[in-house]
């Protein structure tokens, strides 16, 4: 994974993450591009085009719990989202109540499913990556509860959450087993919750750790590569580690143990692939040459050494100028 | 110890431990012997301000917090169901809202509990508020502070014209914006007095910003 030594120039990998934004290189509106396959495959096929490197085969955080049967509102235009005026998850009695769903009829995950194949099959993509980013039992129940009884809910009915998130859990893990077999080499798991804006370190490892840690292994005994996306404020990276062991951690924000970005490299750069941490109001607002002053930073805290990817800390903002994302790449190849 | 001096430690430590049993007894003898309501209000958001203070310096978490926040929501509400007790005098008027399009409300409703503890008078106008809303809302409430929350990067892009027709309708009106897509820098791109980082240290944020205001005005 290192990518140099102290005497060679530096080579400064980068990610665009392109997702929402894609959209918008090939015309379509974020409701096709949430539901309709064709249009998703169109959309990161039109991205590499352009911006070249890896694509992340994801379009919003809805995925999992609508084919559970949340209801999703489609905006024309904007990030679909759950219905939160209508919760899955009702009560309390309804944890126990959640029925374990059929991967075959599970349609937003076979849209993803069929994303993959479809961008991995065309002409257009060779030479191209491809991953893409699984919610973790806890991401989705959120979707279906709402984040503030949830967040209650761990701590008052934990065993009644926990008996959800294994129903959750066994259906993940063949949703990441068949993304391999898609063909994908990696797979993000989203563990937002493991940080200080989600629950305390030890309720996280309660609740969500021994079932994030099953996702794990099935992602690595289908020998893909497992990142972590975590754009939480302080993210417990040591936490994170312990149950899944990953080879990157995406991030956006420092981890709670690490004042700046400079002891995150010294006490978890040699443990994992740092990804990040590109300021994404920075994307949104900024200019190139400041996304580049940024970046030119970023490098030099984070890149030497090796075991680094320059990417934004979150997915690029789906309306943020694409000069902006050609900036991350200038920035690479010129401070790298 | 006073018999007093225990009954109010008990309010803040029912707060600080989200026990609401010991919330409801000590709130009944407290009444029952006669405490004054300021010195019960106190004890309660005593116990508020410790829980987001630990929060604060990481040792506790946001769950505990949301559950000290409906804690102290049901001792204020039992103490000022009382007959003459009141919650604040001259209260801070405040609108509070997420920008259309944005249904993700979890930090405005912490934000609203803390507030409405804290004695602000509070309109919520919920999630997915069209920039109408909150200009007809600012004007009738005559408010003081005006509040806008977005967690998407595609809706946060509305709060420039409304704060542009808040202030153009209410110029002495305080314009507080926050979530995740923002910082201090696109808060002041888009016209607004202050940026509130975290529902955590929103009340310091809030008065820092309104003082701030008060002698740029001088």
Redesign the interface.
Do not use: Q, R
């Given at each position: 994974m290192n990518q140099s030594t102290p005497t060679e120039q530096l080579i400064v990998p980068y990610g665009v993450v392109l997702c929402?934004a894609a959209r918008r290189l090939a015309g379509v509106s974020y409701r096709d591009f949430s539901t309709k396959p064709e249009a998703t495959a169109e959309s990161y096929l039109c991205a590499y085009e352009k911006f070249g490197g890896s694509v992340l085969a994801w379009t919003d955080l809805s995925i999992e719990a609508a084919d559970f049967g949340q209801k999703i509102?489609y905006?024309e235009?904007?990030?679909a989202?759950?219905?939160?005026t209508d919760p899955l998850i009702k009560d309390i009695e309804d944890y126990r109540k959640l029925k374990r769903i059929n991967l075959k009829d599970a349609k937003r995950m076979q849209g993803v499913l069929e994303t993959i194949r479809i961008v991995l099959n065309s002409k257009r993509f060779e030479g191209g990556s491809i991953a893409s980013l699984c919610l973790g039992p806890l991401a989705v129940l959120n979707m279906m509860r709402?984040?503030?009884r949830l967040?209650?809910d761990?701590?008052?009915y934990p065993n009644e959450v926990m008996a959800c998130m294994e129903t959750i859990t066994e259906v993940l893990i063949e949703y990441v087993e068949a993304m391999c077999d898609a063909g994908l080499m990696n797979v993000a798991l989203d563990t937002l919750l493991a940080s200080?804006?989600?629950?305390?370190r030890e309720?996280w490892e309660k609740i969500e750790g021994p079932f994030v840690r099953e996702i794990a292994d099935a992602i690595r005994k289908k020998q893909s590569l497992l990142f972590i996306h975590n754009c939480g404020?302080?993210p417990y990276f040591d936490s994170q580690i312990k149950f899944m062991e990953p080879m990157a951690i995406s991030f956006a924000q420092l981890p709670?143990d690490c004042p700046d970005r400079k002891e995150l490299k010294r006490r978890y750069g040699d443990q994992v692939v740092l990804v990040g941490n590109i300021?994404?109001?920075?994307l949104?607002?900024g200019t190139p040459e400041e996304v580049m002053a940024e970046c030119r930073v970023i490098i030099e805290d984070l890149a030497p050494g090796g075991n680094f990817i320059l990417a934004p800390g979150c997915e690029f903002?789906?309306?943020?100028p694409f000069e902006n994302a050609m900036a991350i790449i200038e920035a690479a190849e010129q401070y790298g | 110890m006073t018999e007093e001096t225990i009954i109010l430690k008990d309010l803040e430590s029912a707060v600080l431990n989200h026990d609401d049993q010991l919330l409801n007894k000590a709130l009944k003898i407290a009444i029952d012997a006669g405490i004054q309501s300021v010195e019960i209000r106190r004890s309660i958001l005593g116990g508020l301000d410790r829980v987001r203070r630990k929060l604060m310096s990481?040792e506790?978490?946001?769950?505990?917090l949301?559950?000290s926040l409906?804690i102290t929501a049901q001792g204020l509400e039992t103490l000022f169901s009382q007959e003459g007790l009141t919650p604040a005098k001259d209260p801070v008027s405040l609108v509070i809202g997420v920008v259309e399009?944005d249904?993700?409300?979890?930090g405005k409703?912490?934000i609203v509990q803390i507030y409405k503890s804290f004695g602000y008078e509070v309109c919520d106008l919920g999630?997915q508020v069209p920039k109408e809303r909150f200009v007809k809302a600012v004007k009738e409430k005559n408010a003081r502070v005006l509040a806008l929350s977005a967690m998407?990067?595609?809706?946060?892009?509305a709060m420039p014209e409304i704060i542009k027709e808040a202030r153009a309708i209410s110029p002495g009106t305080v314009i507080l914006v926050g979530g995740a897509?923002?910082?201090e820098?696109?808060a002041r791109?888009y016209g607004a007095d202050g940026y509130a980082e975290?529902a955590v240290t929103i009340l310091e944020e809030t008065e820092r910003t309104i003082t701030r205001c008060m002698g740029k005005t001088k």
């Open positions: 929402g509102i905006p235009e904007s990030t989202f759950p219905d939160y709402g984040a503030k967040f209650k761990c701590v008052l200080w804006s989600g629950l305390s309720l404020d302080g709670d300021s994404t109001p920075l949104s607002y903002p789906p309306d943020g | 990481n506790t978490s946001l769950p505990e949301l559950i409906d399009g249904p993700h409300d979890l409703n912490i999630a998407m990067s595609t809706t946060m892009t897509p923002l910082d820098v696109l791109t975290s």
